[in-house]
T-cell receptor, first 118, second 115 residues
């Protein structure tokens, strides 16, 4: 299994350009997430999806759109890139599990996409 | 709301030293707790987890105990290696079903181990 894969690995954009980041998972997970990671700010949730055809806003959704047309894919779009969107973007997926009467899950992360907006 | 506070880094240790990275949390319910590790140039991967009070998670020589009374989940390792150099994230999840499995992460602690 490849797990969670992301394309591209690196990208440089000019302000105002658009692009789409692709996340794919082969673990049949229902839930998928997009995060951005910035120095000193940990991971912040951009958007997430609880199943094919559904998406929801996270903590920092402005300037991004997402789509989940297929269960295994979760796309993150930047319609008009801004320098503030320079970051490392991580996709993750997860599944519900239960143990000892409590519910928990772990998230499986992709390797990341390093995006620079000039 | 929910939050996770980690010991500020960076942390620099010599090989074979003892490691502690502090993590405390605030949560509106009964969380599950996690430590993730991020090696240079890679994504996060689960290091260990604990789902209820007094549980001890362990993996690769790392341990953390879920302390409900002190709302803490400190990461420890008795003897670190150069290969442990990475960024460590503490995280929690509250009520998986109603929160869609969303995690709250700490800001991360960078560990550098010198030979």
């Amino acid at each position: 299994n490849a797990g969670v894969t992301q394309t591209p690995k690196f990208r440089v954009l000019k302000t105002g350009q658009s692009m789409t980041l692709l996340c794919a998972q082969d673990m049949n997970h229902e839930y998928m997430y997009w995060y951005r990671q910035d120095p000193g700010m940990g991971l912040r949730l951009i958007h997430y999806s609880v199943g094919e055809g559904t998406t929801a806003k996270g903590e920092v959704p402005d300037g991004y759109n997402v789509s989940r047309l297929k269960k295994q894919n979760f796309l993150l779009g930047l319609e008009s890139a801004a320098p503030s969107q320079t970051s490392v973007y991580f996709c993750a997926s997860s599944y519900p599990t239960r143990t000892s009467g409590h519910s928990y899950n772990e998230q499986f992360f992709g390797p990341g996409t390093r995006l620079t907006v000039l | 709301g929910n939050s996770v506070t980690q010991m500020e880094g960076p942390v620099t240790l010599s090989e074979e030293a003892f490691l502690t990275i502090n993590c405390t949390y605030t949560a509106t319910g009964y969380p599950s707790l996690f430590w993730y590790v991020q090696y240079p140039g890679e994504g996060l991967q689960l290091l260990l987890k604990a789902t209820k009070a007094d549980d001890k998670g362990s993996n690769k020589g790392f341990e953390a105990t879920y302390r409900k009374e002190t709302t803490s989940f400190h990461l420890e390792k008795g003897s670190v290696q150069v290969s442990d150099s990475a960024v460590y994230f503490c995280a929690l999840i509250i009520d998986w079903n109603t929160n869609a499995g969303k995690s709250t992460f700490g800001d991360g602690t960078t560990l550098t181990v010198k030979p």
